[in-house]
């Protein structure tokens, strides 16, 4: 199967999950497992919440962002993967200048 997330429209999330700003997103889901493209503007962020059932791992393509992961925060950049095993709590946040784009798979969600 092929996804062609060029060929979909961003979806406007405000808030998400308690962050700042708006998270933009473009979803695939089998009804099982969710597959996205999102992007961060400048200063906009997601929320801090727990993995429950479900991990996530982000892919960073464009952009500088941090990452709070259980209270430690780091930097993330083009190349870098996040990874936010099942029980564990996370968020993303553009600190940057540019939008902050990434890949996310959130299987058995």
Known sequence: MLNDYEQMEW?????????????????????VNKMMKGKLLPGSSIGYHKHEGNCEMIFILEG??????DDKEATVLPGTCHYCPEGHS?????????????YAVVPKQ
């Open 64 to 69: 500088k962002g941090r990452v709070i992961f």
């Open 90 to 102: 996370h968020s993303l946040i553009n600190n940057g200048k540019e939008d902050l784009v990434f």
């Open 11 to 31: 979806t406007a999330n405000p808030e998400f999950k308690g962050g700042k700003g708006i998270f933009y997103n473009k979803v695939f889901t089998d009804g």
